[in-house]
């Protein structure tokens, strides 16, 4: 069964563009997923369809009112739909809530604009999401960051060798990637990656991958359980850093 995807917002030219271009496009195109973009004005009050106004309590900028909301999510939502607001205050988005969203049948996306969303708003969703701790104009451009990262996981989307060894796929980093020339201004590819030893280089992959989370994101490893290969990969960097720290000395 294919994914589908509704979005609200204010502007659907900012989701729509970039959802045609390269992979999000081959996707869409093969039916592995659909894609609707709502504006959100269609639900908006009197004659000038308004969907927002200004805060209780005074203060810059325009709130979103939950009456056109909860109109849009009326005819939209679905028993088996997951709602997600966009909102700096929401849970991080992260590799395995991809993951989990993947195997959903239906999401749908609420973006804010202006100062954010009338309170009563949060009530009406089933998650809050937020892409890092920045704010942005609007709610688009993170809809569109989940919803990349959630098509790329479906069956059939791309190479699902591709998915199984990238970044946070297991939770670590993924190690460096060489190509063509195996020689470029001095620097060489790791002799191992044209060894042709199928173990060596599964290996050194591992090793790099831990030496690179550790070097970058070592709180990615803080309580990780490390298996048998991982642990023994661990105790060579280790030896290796104790033996630079000799020669230093």
Do not use: N
């Not at 969203?101 to 998650?127: K, N, Q, T, W």
């Not at 993924?174 to 173990?199: D, I, K, N, W």
């Amino acid at each position: 069964m294919a994914l589908e995807i509704d979005v609200l917002t204010l502007f659907p030219p900012m989701v729509e563009g970039p959802l045609r271009e390269s992979i999000p496009a081959r996707i869409l195109d093969r039916g592995l997923a659909t894609v609707r973009v709502h504006d959100l004005r269609e639900w908006g009050i009197g004659r000038h369809r308004t969907v927002d106004d200004y805060t209780y309590g005074g203060g810059a900028g325009m709130v979103l009112r939950p009456e056109p909301v909860a109109a849009a999510l009326a005819a939209l939502r679905r028993p088996d739909s997951i709602v997600i607001l966009l909102d700096p205050a929401g849970e991080v988005f992260r590799q395995p809530v991809a993951h989990e969203l993947s195997a959903a049948s239906h999401l749908v996306f609420l973006c804010p604009r202006y100062e954010g969303v009338d309170e009563r708003i949060r009530g009406m969703v089933d998650r809050e999401l937020s892409i890092g701790d920045y704010v942005l104009t609007g709610g688009e451009l993170g809809a569109l960051v989940v919803i990349d990262a959630v098509l790329r996981l479906l069956p059939g989307a791309i190479d699902e060798a591709s998915t199984a060894e990238e970044s946070f796929a297991a939770g670590l980093l993924e190690y460096p990637q060489y190509t063509r020339p195996a020689e470029f201004e001095g620097r060489t590819v790791p002799p191992v990656l044209v060894s042709g030893h199928h173990e060596q280089v599964r290996r050194w992959r591992l090793r790099e991958s831990l030496r690179r989370t550790m070097e970058r994101r070592p709180e990615l490893l803080d309580g990780r359980d490390l298996s048998k290969d991982e642990a023994r990969a661990m105790a060579e960097l280790r030896a290796e850093a104790d033996a630079a720290g000799d020669a230093e000395a």
